[in-house]
C-alpha cells in the first residue's frame, strides 16, 4: 500500500487567497462590511499573502485614524507606509466581491488557516521531540498544550491581543 502523505516541507502552508482577496475586496467597497468585521481581523498576519498583509495594515491605519477607506486612499498610504502595492493590484480587489454577505465566514476560515499554520511547526516540534529520547517529552507535551491553548484563546478573542502577540507568546514557549 503506497503512502499519499507528502512531506510538509513540500506543500504549501494553508492558505486561500481567493478568500483573503474577496474578504480585502469586501472592506474597500463596503464601509458597513468594513465597520462590523475590523474587529474580527486583529492582525495583518491573518492573511497569508505578504501583499494582503500590507494592504489590510493600510486599511486599518487609516480606519483607525477616522479616515476614509477607498482604493486611492488605500493606496496612499501603502506608499507612505513604504509598501509597494501597485493601484491596478489594490482596484482587482475590488472587482473580486459582487457582495459581503457571507464575509464574517470569509474571516473565519482565514482565522482558521491562520490556526492550521501555526499549528503544522507546533505538530513538527511534538514529532521531534517525541523522536529525541534525549528531551522531556512531558516538558515538551506541556509547551504544547500551552500553544493549543492560546491559539484556541484567539478565536475566541473579540477584541485585544493581536494574532502577533499571541504568535509571540507562542514562540516564547518554545
Same mark, same amino acid.
Given at each position: ?11 504549501? #502552508? #494553508? ?58 486612499? *488605500? *493606496? ?41 499554520? *501555526?499549528?503544522? #511547526? ?14 522531556? *517529552? ?37
Amino acid at each position: 500500500m503506497k503512502n499519499n502523505i507528502q512531506p510538509i516541507a513540500e506543500n504549501l #502552508p #494553508p492558505q486561500d487567497l481567493r478568500m483573503e482577496e474577496v474578504v480585502l475586496g469586501a472592506m474597500l467597497i463596503d464601509e458597513h462590511c468594513l465597520i462590523e468585521v475590523i474587529g474580527l481581523i486583529h492582525s495583518k498576519e491573518l492573511f497569508y499573502k505578504i501583499e494582503h498583509q500590507d494592504i489590510f495594515e493600510a486599511i486599518l491605519k487609516l480606519f483607525n485614524a477616522g479616515r476614509n477607506v477607498d482604493i486611492l486612499t *488605500v *493606496v496612499r498610504e501603502l506608499k507612505q507606509l513604504g509598501k509597494n502595492v501597485p493601484i491596478t493590484y489594490v482596484n482587482e480587489l475590488t472587482s473580486k466581491i459582487h457582495a459581503a454577505s457571507n464575509i464574517v465566514q470569509h474571516i473565519y476560515i482565514l482565522k482558521e488557516l491562520w490556526v492550521r499554520r *501555526v499549528l503544522i #511547526p507546533q505538530g513538527q516540534f511534538l514529532m521531534n521531540c517525541s523522536w529525541d529520547l534525549s528531551k522531556d *517529552v512531558f516538558d515538551s507535551l506541556g509547551k504544547i498544550q500551552n500553544v493549543l491553548i492560546r491559539t484556541n484563546d484567539f478565536l475566541s478573542i473579540k477584541k485585544g491581543s493581536s494574532i502577533q502577540e499571541i504568535t509571540n507568546d507562542i514562540l516564547i514557549l518554545l
